[in-house]
């Protein structure tokens, strides 16, 4: 039997513009690699942390806290040593927590014989989840373990629905190098919106829901529109407002903040679209002091992976 998996734990995008919570979807070329060891040592030890300074206590570990979850409630008969080589910045708005959460609920998942299913996986990665942001949702977490386009039906029972992915969909990024933590972010948002706001929102997200069952791209297009938590989270990041025009005029169907920012996404139909678009964002942000980073990335449709 195995006792030692390599794992790719990829960085997602959560919210989606209008799915605030709900939907998210996970990214190829982005991510974090993780080392899940089984030991004869009973516990969760965390050996190995490379990227950044993270704190090695399983309890204050965000992927600690998650196998710690799962672990408890299985109770095997034997330990597992994580190793974690951080690719995803914290702070970056892409889904750096849930990465680690999901990753090692996913690699003691595998080297015991796969006994819970994905969404039994994502529930205890939600306890790991918790640490970082405060609160238990699942929106990055529901992507990087099923793979492609989720929404959260409910966080409590846990549902996860699975949506398509549109064939020529691909998401563009830009990461400035600041930090927005994800409890700060939350904390702006009001507790009360207009009716005329909430009518708009659900209607998009059930729109982009139909968008994506039927690779509609100009629905794809008309739904990606914030109107309740954009307008808040926006004045965090420099730069937005003309990042979101130059994207939209260099072809993406859409621009919007990934999950708590500071990241923007946008996605396009077409690879040659998206690099225009990143030529486009990039061209915003090279004449700024702001350093930043940029990807394309393909909608990965299978989430974590043994490598």
């Not at 979850?69 to 330990?79: H, I, T």
Request: proline share 5%; net charge negative; hydrophobic share 40%.
């Amino acid at each position: 039997m195995t006792k030692e998996i390599k794992i790719f734990s990829p960085a997602t995008v959560a919210n989606v513009a209008c799915g605030f919570d709900v939907l998210g979807f996970c990214l190829d070329t982005i991510g974090d690699e993780m080392v899940i060891r089984k030991t004869e040592q009973k516990g969760i030890k965390i050996t190995k942390i490379e990227g950044y300074d993270l704190p090695f206590e399983a309890e204050k570990n965000v992927a600690g806290v998650s196998a710690l979850a799962m672990y408890d409630a299985l109770q095997p008969d034997c330990g597992f040593e994580i190793e974690i080589y951080k690719n995803i910045k914290p702070g970056s708005g892409i889904g750096s927590s849930s990465a680690s959460a999901a990753g090692s609920v996913f690699g003691m998942n595998e080297l015991l014989g796969r006994p819970l299913d994905k969404t039994k996986l994502t529930y205890y990665a939600m306890k790991g989840e918790a640490l970082a942001s405060q609160c238990e949702h699942a929106d990055n977490l529901a992507p990087a373990i099923f793979g492609g386009f989720t929404l959260v039906k409910s966080a409590s029972p846990l549902q996860i629905l699975e949506l398509p992915t549109p064939p020529d969909l691909f998401a563009t990024l830009i990461h400035p190098q600041i930090e927005i933590k994800t409890s700060e972010s939350r904390a702006i948002l009001p507790k009360e919106i207009p009716l005329s706001n909430a009518i708009a929102q659900w209607a998009n997200v059930g729109s982009l829901v139909h968008a994506l069952h039927t690779s509609d791209y100009d629905l794809i297009k008309d739904a990606l529109h914030d109107v309740v938590i954009e307008p808040y989270r926006k004045q965090l990041i420099p730069h937005f407002d003309e990042v979101k025009t130059a994207a939209l005029q260099a072809g993406a169907l859409g621009c919007a903040i990934s999950g708590s920012g500071p990241s923007i996404f946008m996605l396009s139909k077409s690879k040659v679209i998206a690099q225009n678009v990143e030529n486009a964002i990039r061209d915003v942000y090279s004449k700024t002091n702001i350093k930043f980073e940029t990807y394309v990335s393909k909608i990965n449709t299978e989430g974590v992976r043994v490598l």
